[in-house]
């Protein structure tokens, strides 16, 4: 509920899209922090794609700075894509005309969300116990992979 009285309202906005969350990454193009790589994901000046990103929806009006002319993927040979153990990237699955659109997932329209996801789930029954500092029994420790994030070469220095 908005702080009502005490400044700006502030409201909680759910993290999954399919609870009322919103689409992270091209909201965070929109508010001018980075531009959407050839990995799918938000590659920004300063950290690369290696961030994570969190929204509060606040009871103002706020104007957007808008889409930036940011883009490192136009000289780069596909890093993120070649790191990718599934090829996740390797065909063409949305097309402008079927999606009504022309911005695509991966910009050319080539991400897998399925495949991607099979890697999670690999992440996942791989995953060990493990003893973790803060806490007093193992708890189990799933690495997911970010391969796509950790071999973009932008924001590594
Ligand atoms: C569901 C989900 C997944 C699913 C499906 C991913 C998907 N793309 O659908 C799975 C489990 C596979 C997944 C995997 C990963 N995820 Co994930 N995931 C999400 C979640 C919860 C929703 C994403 C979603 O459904 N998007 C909607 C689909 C339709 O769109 P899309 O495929 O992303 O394509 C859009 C963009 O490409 C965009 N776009 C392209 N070009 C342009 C240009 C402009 C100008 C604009 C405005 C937009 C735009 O338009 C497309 C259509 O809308 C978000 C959190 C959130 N609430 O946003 C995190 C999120 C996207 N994931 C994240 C991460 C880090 C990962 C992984 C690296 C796994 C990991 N180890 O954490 C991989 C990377 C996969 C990849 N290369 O995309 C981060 C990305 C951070 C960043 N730097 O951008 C997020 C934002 C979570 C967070 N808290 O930070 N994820
Ligand atoms: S590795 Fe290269 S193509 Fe991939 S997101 Fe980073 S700059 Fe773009
Ligand atoms: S998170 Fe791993 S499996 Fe998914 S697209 Fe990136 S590199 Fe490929």
Redesign the pocket.
Known sequence: MPDAGKGIGTFHMP???EKG??????????AGLG??GR??????PEFG???????LTLDAEIPSTG?TAFDPCSDCDDL?RKA?PQN?FGEKLYHSND?G?E?????DGS?S??V??GQ?EEDNTVAREQTVEGFDDPVKVIK???N??LACPVGKN
Request: hydrophobic residues 35%; glycine residues 2%.
């Open positions: 993290y999954h899209v969350g919103t689409y992270l990454k091209d909201a965070s193009v929109l531009c959407i990995n799918n994901i938000l590659v920004t794609p290696r961030v994570r990103l969190r929204a889409p993120c990718c996740s999606y659109q911005i695509l997932p991966a910009r991400f969300r399925p991607c996801n999670m997911y992979c970010r796509c994030e």
